[in-house]
């Protein structure tokens, strides 16, 4: 399935793809890499094949990942809420939550100040505040993992 990126955000540049390919392109001293992505909706599945690309239905699409079998599949997913408002987040524990289950659950950690930033450094932003102020004011989705790192 395809993982759009975005090259800008507010006029930025984000060098998202540059995180993402920092660790097999030896660019680590330059870009923290991007390791893993935070999707609306719960459409992605472990094992499920990734098309990593920019310019999405635009004639400068551009799929990057080929080539990198680390960066062809998902290892996994969180569920995710993002309280921006707050600056709260939430991050399912197991697998998958049930119908049944809600946000006052025990399996939803709250993450605290040091994990919300690590979040953050880890989808690409550079700080915690940039995350928030993207997902304002409240987010519901998934994380979408291609390392083994959980948070």
Same mark, same amino acid.
């Given at each position: 399935?395809?993982?759009?990126?975005?090259?800008?955000?507010?006029?930025?540049?984000?060098?998202?793809?540059?995180?993402?390919?920092?660790?097999?392109?030896?660019?680590?001293?330059?870009?923290?890499?991007?390791?893993?992505?935070?999707?609306?909706?719960?459409?992605?599945?472990?094992?499920?094949?990734?098309?990593?690309?920019?310019?999405?239905?635009?004639?400068?699409?551009?799929? $990057?990942?080929?080539?990198?079998? &680390?960066?062809? %599949?998902? *290892? +996994?997913?969180?569920?995710?809420?993002?309280?921006?408002?707050?600056?709260?987040?939430?991050?399912?524990?197991?697998?998958?939550?049930?119908?049944?289950?809600?946000?006052?659950?025990?399996?939803?950690?709250?993450?605290?100040?040091?994990?919300?930033?690590?979040?953050?450094?880890?989808?690409?932003?550079?700080?915690?505040?940039?995350?928030?102020?993207?997902? $304002?004011?409240?987010?519901?989705? &998934?994380?979408? %993992?291609? *390392? +083994?790192?959980?948070?």
């Amino acid at each position: 399935m395809i993982l759009g990126f975005k090259t800008h955000i507010h006029g930025k540049p984000t060098y998202f793809k540059e995180k993402i390919l920092a660790p097999y392109t030896g660019n680590q001293d330059r870009f923290r890499p991007k390791i893993h992505t935070i999707r609306k909706g719960f459409r992605w599945k472990e094992g499920m094949r990734i098309h990593m690309a920019t310019g999405i239905r635009t004639k400068n699409y551009h799929q $990057f990942n080929q080539g990198i079998p &680390q960066l062809e %599949h998902c *290892t +996994g997913t969180q569920d995710i809420w993002i309280y921006a408002r707050d600056q709260r987040i939430l991050v399912w524990e197991k697998d998958r939550p049930e119908a049944s289950e809600t946000v006052t659950d025990g399996s939803w950690k709250e993450l605290d100040k040091a994990a919300m930033q690590e979040l953050a450094l880890n989808d690409g932003f550079d700080s915690l505040q940039e995350l928030f102020d993207w997902f $304002f004011p409240i987010f519901g989705g &998934q994380i979408v %993992h291609w *390392t +083994g790192v959980r948070h």
